[in-house]
């Protein structure tokens, strides 16, 4: 048996996760998708795109850094090229069930190989997601792992109720000095 971990607009789009067929998918992020059927598992807040600025967010990350006016976006204003490419990033703000790696998570991360990269935004999610598949792929049904268990991640707990993540917190992100940084503001 086999579980994709996909992530990014175009990995998970309703076009990708029809390629994807009867394997087990989790999408790590929210990526304005929603699952397309019942082995579609989302690492996100249902409640997400409530929260968003309303604007095409299928847009790629040269174009998310053209907007100028303040904006609440998904996790493509978290890749680590949009600071670099926005002339304005403190007009942004990100929201994302995923939380960034504490320090200790960092020094492993980044200890892991000669040229690693910092980790992302998403690199504890991604890690979470790797947790939950490689679980539920000692289960005899796959669909009904992910479905039905519960994990205790990085992340915190992650229960999954028809495809999303259910009771995921919402965090808020902002730019300062180009590193990404927890806004001051409750969770929801």
């Given at each position: 048996?086999?579980?994709?971990?996909?992530?990014?607009?175009?990995a998970?789009?309703?076009?990708a996760q029809?390629?994807?067929?009867?394997?087990?998918?989790?999408?790590?992020?929210?990526?304005?998708?929603?699952?397309?059927?019942?082995?579609?598992?989302?690492?996100?807040?249902?409640?997400?795109?409530?929260?968003?600025?309303?604007?095409?967010?299928?847009?790629?990350?040269?174009?998310?850094?053209?907007?100028?006016?303040?904006?609440?976006?998904?996790?493509?204003?978290?890749?680590?090229?949009?600071?670099?490419?926005?002339?304005?990033?403190?007009?942004?703000?990100?929201?994302?069930?995923?939380?960034?790696?504490?320090?200790?998570?960092?020094?492993?991360?980044?200890?892991?190989?000669?040229?690693v990269?910092?980790?992302?935004?998403?690199?504890?999610?991604?890690?979470?997601?790797?947790?939950?598949?490689?679980?539920?792929?000692?289960?005899?049904?796959?669909?009904?792992?992910?479905?039905?268990?519960?994990?205790?991640?990085?992340?915190?707990?992650?229960?999954?109720?028809?495809g999303?993540?259910l009771?995921?917190?919402?965090?808020?992100?902002?730019?300062v000095?180009?590193?990404?940084?927890?806004?001051?503001?409750?969770?929801?």
């Amino acid at each position: 048996m086999k579980v994709v971990i996909a992530l990014g607009n175009n990995a998970t789009q309703s076009e990708a996760q029809e390629a994807v067929g009867a394997i087990p998918e989790i999408i790590v992020g929210q990526w304005q998708a929603k699952p397309t059927s019942k082995n579609v598992y989302m690492l996100a807040s249902s409640q997400l795109e409530s929260v968003l600025t309303p604007f095409d967010h299928s847009v790629t990350v040269t174009e998310a850094a053209d907007i100028q006016s303040p904006v609440v976006g998904g996790e493509i204003f978290a890749l680590a090229q949009f600071p670099l490419l926005n002339k304005h990033p403190d007009n942004v703000t990100i929201a994302s069930s995923a939380s960034l790696a504490d320090e200790d998570f960092r020094q492993r991360y980044l200890s892991s190989g000669q040229y690693v990269p910092e980790p992302g935004l998403l690199a504890t999610l991604s890690y979470d997601a790797a947790v939950m598949a490689l679980e539920a792929l000692q289960s005899k049904d796959v669909n009904r792992s992910l479905a039905t268990g519960s994990y205790k991640g990085l992340n915190g707990d992650i229960h999954l109720v028809d495809g999303y993540w259910l009771e995921a917190p919402i965090h808020y992100f902002h730019y300062v000095d180009g590193k990404l940084t927890p806004e001051d503001r409750p969770i929801k």
